[in-house]
């Protein structure tokens, strides 16, 4: 027993020092927490999927881009911080919220469920159905559609019901990309979708259609940070501000979307 | 598009792809090398306290073989990760090697503890009658004898890990089915052609790695 | 040399050493006799705290050994064993089972090691086996690697279990050559055996065992021709008579 038990000690040493230099080089890789090495600029880590076109994915060399990623690094540099976006199934972003990252740039609706557990930014873009026309139409409101007009909708969406307030001539298909094609053929007069979801595919599928009017129903999609830390609230959003009145907001609009989402 | 296109375009993805691929494979040897060195540590640690003869070491050895067996791997590395983020703030790599680690520790106990004592008590006796110490006949007699026995089911084990280390992407791993995921999302036309290039990656290596194991188990087998 | 004061050993509810006392001196062979389950073994093994009675005490060079206490380790040196199935070190050669302990317990260096363990392995008459694989010997010259191994470490004592019993019959008596070869260089050795004619042949002592108590203690004279026990004689009647229709069959 007496040997078993020096075995056991000596396992245990083993143990302790494979946990030592897992942690050991935890403090290598984490971010310099010593106070005096203040000229190191802050990190600030942000979590989004990577799995959402156009907002985070990988692009052919496996970089992280897209709408939200970048929003993030501008946001970090109006802060004077340094941008590390981090790649996060979206099931699991709450749970590395405020320990993994500071914040959650993710296209997170802001709902009243979500309220209860973090805090939301001023909202980073908006979205929700809008009404899209051929742009040589002459078609510039929602007013401007008659009883008349034909309208494409995606089969057994919420934005059927949108479309039969306004007329009987619904054309329906099986996906958005299907109704915007037939929009920009001419075989429809409009199509009801995602703000988004419709600038994003008249750019990939060059069509010559505009979104008309504002949006029918609005999400708002905010930042999600860690409850109780008002000056990070604060922080976030004066910088959401400035990254609007200086134009970088709508240059990465352009570049992703097509178009301004920020809904102001 | 025909048979022959069609191979000719998944041929296409494949060579483009290689490099992300190449470099993911990488990751996924790393994390799974990381894990089974780890894992045969926690291994033979907990092995020990469960062929030992005092009653708290067994139910030690036993409530974490249990617990780890009883539960999904993926729930200890979003456990490693997230849960323990507050006071073990370790990088995405090390949490999921180490979960691995935990996970396959448990298995690789029950691995050496079936090893060790497959082996005849005569030959503990016959080293502790010569002056050793039990120390020194575990080192020098009994694993080395049960580590031989160990070698196919640990082969096995390694292959699991390999596989499972996939479950490493939830936790923003870039490695082999994290690739063919993110390729997948950019272009869902092409996923079942990425997550069969991923496929086809882990299937090279579990054959290559078979192929080793049964050299090493047929070198060793040369002075039985 | 060794002395077994009042030792009681049970496993659960089964005794199976009832106050055993015995003495071993310097120089002195002594064979243990019994039945099958009589605890032969288990004094053996008791000796050298393979396992561990419940009462009584074991002196070993007049000095009392206390179980846990002291070191096993460093007694268990002094006290060779041999055991019935020779439990040889199966992943070692021959020349690895006998260098392991002296290099890995005593420290001896390798080269002479192995030159001391040239000489035993002669002296077993199996220096030519050296490279060879446990796998690769015949039961008798596994036993008598084994007894090469055992010797070393330079025991004062040699403990054998039943050293032949597991051996083909005419295999046998390579092993006892040199058992007795070990005798005549004045070896202090314990032998658990069946072999009435070389516990006669060597033995200063034969020690009858019964249900754990020892029976009777004779010289082996006595013992054989005119035991003084009951028990001692039907014992011995039912061996030899057995030994004899062996021997029938053999030749027939
Ligand atoms: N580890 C053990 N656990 C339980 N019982 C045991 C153990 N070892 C021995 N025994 C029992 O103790 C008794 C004595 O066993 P022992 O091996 O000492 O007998 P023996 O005289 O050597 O017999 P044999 O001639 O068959 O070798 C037997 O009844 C046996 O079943
Ligand atoms: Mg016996």
Redesign the pocket.
Known sequence: MIFQKKWMVLLLALLMGVVLVVTGCADDAAPPADPGAAEEPEVFRYAMSGAYQPFSYFDENDNLVGFDVEIGAALAEAMGMEAEPVPTPWQALPMGLGTRYEAIIGSMTITEERLQKFDFSDPYYRSGPKVFVQADSGITSVEDLTADSTIAVLMESVYEDLAAEITDNLKFYESDMLALRELGSGRADAVITDQIVGLTNARELDLDIIAVGDILIVEEIGIAIPKGNPELLARINRALADIKADGTYLAICGKYVGGDISGD | MGIVEYFIYFYGLLVNSGPIFTQATILTLRLTATALLLGIVIGLFFAMLKISKNRVFNCIADAYITIIRGTPLIVQIFWIYFGLAPILDIPAFWAASLALAVHNGAYIAEIFRGGIQSINRGQMEAALSLGMTYLLAMRRIILPQAFKRCIPPLGNQFIIGLKDSSLAAFVTMPELFMIAMRRANRWPGDALEYYTIAGLYYLALVVVFTFLVKKLESRLDVDK | MIEVRRLNKSFGDLQVLKDVDLKVEKGEVVCLIGA??SG???L?RCINFLEQGQSGEIWIEGRLVEGKKDNLAKIRQEVGMVF?LFNLFPHKTVLGNVIEAPVMVKKVPVKQATEEAVTLLEKVGLADKAGSYPSQLSGGQKQRVAIARALAMHPKVMLF??PT?ALDPELVGEVLTVIKQLAREGMTMIV?THEMAFAREVAEWVVYMDEGRIVEISKPAQMFDEPREARTREFLSRVLQKTDQNSETRSA
């Open positions: 099958s389950g032969k073994s288990t053996l019935q279990d039943e019993s658990v």
